[in-house]
């Protein structure tokens, strides 16, 4: 038996994999037919709906865009908001996260970070408000984990995270991709080891940077596209990324899964563009919208669990 000790010094370790073909009631997963049709998050206001009585992890992942939050226990997350991480600079994001944790009892944080100068504007939120000073996930901090890559300090905390979780709940081998900013590919092998990855643009970013160096083409809102052949500007625009960004996925994960050498691989997928993209991505068998949040909930364990 295992014994969670809240707040201890207790000596590190791994925490074993729960991998399963089913996601089940508490897994951060959802089956792809599914959850494609989840929205965005956005931020909604008000406190997490935690009960007042439960001590909770705060977990954190600061991404180039958005900042995702959420409140977790021992067995899951329980709530998860974002903000827009240009508001940490101005004070904005840290006064909206003090509201959004409200009452609730924090035990402890975990941060991920990819933007730097961000990381310790976050780091004196948590200390000001609640006293707390976060574990920080980066290579030297992974538990659980495997990693076999030769700078493993320049692996992105949100790429760590993916791995972890995906490593835990489905074993190995597994390729994360997480559609955000950039669309990244991260994969765990037959050993259980973290052993490199893809990075493409994302596909708001494709078609921002379309917008931004031509002067006739307009910025389009993402979403599906009923035929392939564009009857406006706006259209053919569309039906490239709805129908070609999907390719450039497939692509990737073929290669990757032809250089594993492996029969089957399993494909998960998470980040914004994920419920919008997994209806046409027949390898997507799982999407994870909370999986790097889930990462970050079983690091903070494997550093405060010890055996009886």
Same mark, same amino acid.
């Given at each position: ?6 707040? %201890? ?20 997963? +959802? ?8 929205? /965005?998050?956005?931020? %909604?206001?008000?406190?997490?709906? !935690?009960? +007042? ?22 067995? /899951?997350?329980?709530?998860?908001? %974002? ?18 944790? #409200? @009452? ?6 975990? !941060?991920? %970070? ?33 990693? $076999? ?21 489905? &074993?190995?081998?597994?390729? !994360? ?8 590919? $991260? ?7 973290? !052993? #490199? ?9 494709? @078609? ?17 596209? *009923?035929?392939?052949?564009? /009857?406006?500007?706006? +259209? ?7 129908? #070609?960004?999907?390719?450039?996925? +497939?692509?990737?994960?073929? *290669?990757? =899964? &032809? =250089?594993? &050498? ?7 997928? @998470? ?20 999986? @790097? ?16």
């Amino acid at each position: 038996m295992r014994r969670v000790r809240y707040g %201890s010094r207790a000596a590190s370790q791994s925490f074993p994999s729960q991998a399963s073909s089913d996601p089940g009631v508490d897994s951060p997963c +959802e089956p792809a037919a599914v959850t494609a049709r989840l929205q /965005r998050q956005t931020w %909604s206001g008000g406190e997490a709906p !935690v009960a +007042e009585d439960l001590r909770m992890l705060l977990l954190i992942d600061i991404g180039n865009t958005r900042t995702h939050v959420g409140l977790a226990d021992i067995q /899951r997350v329980h709530a998860r908001e %974002s903000l827009p991480t240009r508001q940490w600079a101005e004070g904005a994001a840290a006064d909206q996260l003090r509201s959004w944790v #409200g @009452t609730t009892h924090l035990e402890g944080a975990v !941060v991920a %970070s990819v933007v730097p100068h961000v990381t310790g504007q976050v780091q004196l939120a948590l200390q000001r408000h609640w006293g707390i000073d976060p574990l920080q996930l980066h290579a030297g901090t992974v538990r659980g984990l495997v990693i $076999d890559y030769p700078r493993p300090e320049t692996i992105g905390a949100d790429r760590l995270a993916n791995a972890i979780a995906a490593r835990h709940h489905f &074993g190995a081998p597994v390729v !994360v991709v997480d559609f955000g900013t950039a669309v990244t590919f $991260d994969i765990v092998d037959g050993r259980g080891c973290y !052993v #490199g990855g893809v990075i493409a643009p994302g596909l708001a970013a494709m @078609t921002d940077y379309l917008h931004e160096r031509t002067a006739l083409l307009p910025r389009v809102q993402l979403r599906s596209c *009923e035929q392939v052949v564009g /009857r406006s500007t706006e +259209e053919a625009m569309l039906a490239g990324a709805w129908y #070609g960004y999907p390719g450039l996925v +497939e692509a990737i994960v073929r *290669e990757i =899964q &032809g =250089q594993l &050498g492996v029969p089957h691989l399993r494909v998960v997928a @998470t980040g914004g563009d994920a419920a919008l993209l997994a209806g046409r991505l027949r390898l997507i068998e799982t999407v994870c919208p909370d999986l @790097t949040l889930e990462g970050l909930r079983l690091t903070w364990l494997a550093h405060h669990v010890s055996g009886d």
